[in-house]
């Protein structure tokens, strides 16, 4: 072989290398994953059925997307909206962000429809218990009585002709940590539909939505947690498409003293954990924000009043499980809850 037909065959060679390169990133399709660390929680995205010379790029604009979030919303980080906000309680207006004004007027409506059960002015209780933390304790009740004087959403102004919010009282604090996930959901979907994504499951923590379909005309199945199991196995699924499934359970962070559990959602009407029978509340909706808002609000209600909420909101419902093992549902999820763990019954 001469060297003109060498050189020609090592050309040739070399472009289609290049053609089956760009072949297999721009047409061969499959699912991409990453995992994320951000709004104080593991967080993990799955791409389904995409390019892989998009993955890359879309998940990482995900990954933006959540840093963002976590350092305007979270209120351990220094120069976040809410962090100004805090420390400027009793004195005057502060003015945020769009999308924290938005979060917390969410916030409010979700106070005001609950008479108080969700309250995100219920940070200085929170801080007082410190569970989730290396620091949690059970507080004195005196402790208790001076931080729920604190506590009162209707002490939160807003100002929506600035984009201002202001806390009525010194030493008041508000925590977005309850619905800033399901918001950072929201989000993400929102993103990944304008990048012609079709199916995808955000998991951010336990708030998962997921978008479209596993396959065509096959929704995927997602699990429901056994409040009782510390491995995280479920009691069961769900099949559903183009919804958020949030769950509220007093297995998600606790502190056990002298034999009592003490559950991580605190009653602002009490300073202490919520009392009732119920171990979680999932909801089913079309809005993360509004899962996050309702999974609380119900889970303090309890399962009478829960449910009754429920019922009365569309596109919107729960499943109840309660501390004895019994398992309601909303009237749209009969015969669509698939329960497989014996131990729990169904009681609707």
């Known amino acids: 072989m001469n060297k003109k037909k060498s050189t020609f065959l090592i050309i040739a060679i070399i472009a289609i290398c290049f053609f089956i390169y760009i072949f297999r990133g721009n047409f061969n399709k499959g699912d991409y994953s990453q995992t994320y660390y951000d709004l104080n929680t593991v967080s993990n995205i799955t791409l389904y059925n995409v390019k892989e010379s998009d993955s890359k790029e879309i998940l990482d604009e995900c990954g933006k997307i959540l840093l963002d979030i976590d350092n305007t919303m979270s209120k351990t980080r220094d120069y976040s909206d809410v962090t100004k906000i805090n420390q400027n309680a009793g004195k005057g207006y502060i003015n945020i962000s769009d999308k924290t004004f938005e979060v917390i007027k969410t916030a409010l409506h979700f106070s005001d429809i609950s008479d108080g059960i969700f309250d995100i002015s219920i940070g200085p209780v929170v801080d007082l218990w410190g569970i989730g933390t290396d620091n949690a304790r059970v507080p004195d009740k005196n402790e208790i009585k001076d931080k729920l004087s604190l506590v009162n959403y209707k002490d939160i102004s807003i100002d929506e002709k600035n984009n201002s919010v202001k806390l009525n009282k010194k030493g008041m604090e508000i925590d977005l940590g309850g ?170």
């Open 179 to 348: 619905i800033a996930k399901g918001y950072a959901a929201d989000q993400i979907v929102k993103y990944l539909k304008s990048k012609d994504v079709e199916s995808a499951i955000i998991n951010l923590g336990g708030n998962v939505f997921i978008l479209g379909e596993k396959e065509k005309n096959t929704p995927f199945k997602v699990g429901i947690q056994d409040p009782t199991s510390k491995d995280g196995s479920s009691i069961g699924n769900i099949s559903v498409s183009n919804k958020s499934v949030v769950t509220s359970g007093i297995y998600e962070r606790y502190l056990e003293k002298d034999g009592i559990i003490y559950h991580h959602m605190i009653d602002p009407s009490t300073g202490y954990p919520f009392e009732n029978n119920l171990s979680s509340v999932t909801i089913i909706s079309s809005s993360s924000i509004v899962g996050d808002g309702l999974s609380t609000t119900t889970f303090g209600l309890g399962l009478q009043k829960g449910m009754k909420l429920i019922e009365s909101l569309d596109n919107t419902d729960a499943i109840f499980i309660t501390k004895d093992k019994k398992v309601y549902t909303t009237s749209n999820l009969k015969g669509k809850l698939n329960l497989k763990n014996e131990s729990f019954k169904l009681m609707n």
